[in-house]
């Protein structure tokens, strides 16, 4: 399939998008399965309505960064097998990159259900476009103002196109398994 000029299905650049976005790709699954507790906003409202909503706390939050950049870290150890095996050149994640998808994509996350609520939308409603691509639009900002350099060297043109086409389908994979599983009020 050919988007762009670039075959989505190419498998180097297929494998090094979602490789590269791992870090990102986790934290918000993390989040899901870790959260409860004191929600971030503290029950502060704007304009009658939550900030961000009891959905978005601490504890999910600093698990989701935790594991996102553990995960970074043991891609980095497994980086030249992983590279062998699938006869593709793989990044790795210098020290600030690891912290700053995976706190990028809780932010973009976060910043997602701020605008839920300015929108009036409530907890788990569906939001078509920012719901998919929140997270992934913050985790580079972020990434790319932590490592400019390895930003652009990473996310090439066909590496870009493959995440923005190929992440709306991950996201609504895992979420309807995360509702199957019971771990999601929502399958979206």
Do not use: C
């Amino acid at each position: 399939m050919d988007i762009l000029g670039v075959d989505i299905f190419d498998f180097g650049v297929l494998i090094v998008a979602v490789w590269a976005m791992l870090p990102a790709y986790v934290p918000n699954n993390v989040a899901v399965v870790a959260g409860g507790g004191a929600p971030i906003d503290g029950g502060r409202t704007w304009n009658g309505e939550r900030l961000l909503g009891d959905g978005k706390t601490w504890r999910g939050t600093i698990a989701g960064v935790a594991v996102g950049a553990l995960l970074a870290l043991g891609l980095n150890v497994i980086n030249g097998t992983a590279a062998d095996v699938l006869n593709v050149s793989l990044p790795e994640f210098p020290a600030a990159v690891m912290v700053a998808m995976p706190l990028g994509a809780m932010l973009g996350d976060m910043g997602a259900s701020f605008l839920k609520r300015r929108t009036g939308r409530k907890r788990g409603a569906a939001f078509p476009g920012v719901d998919q691509l929140d997270f992934v639009v913050m985790a580079l900002l972020l990434t790319s103002l932590a490592a400019p350099g390895w930003t652009l060297k990473t996310f090439t043109l066909p590496v870009l196109t493959v995440v923005v086409v190929v992440t709306p389908f991950l996201h609504l994979t895992t979420n309807m398994l995360a509702y199957m599983l019971g771990l999601k009020n929502e399958p979206w």
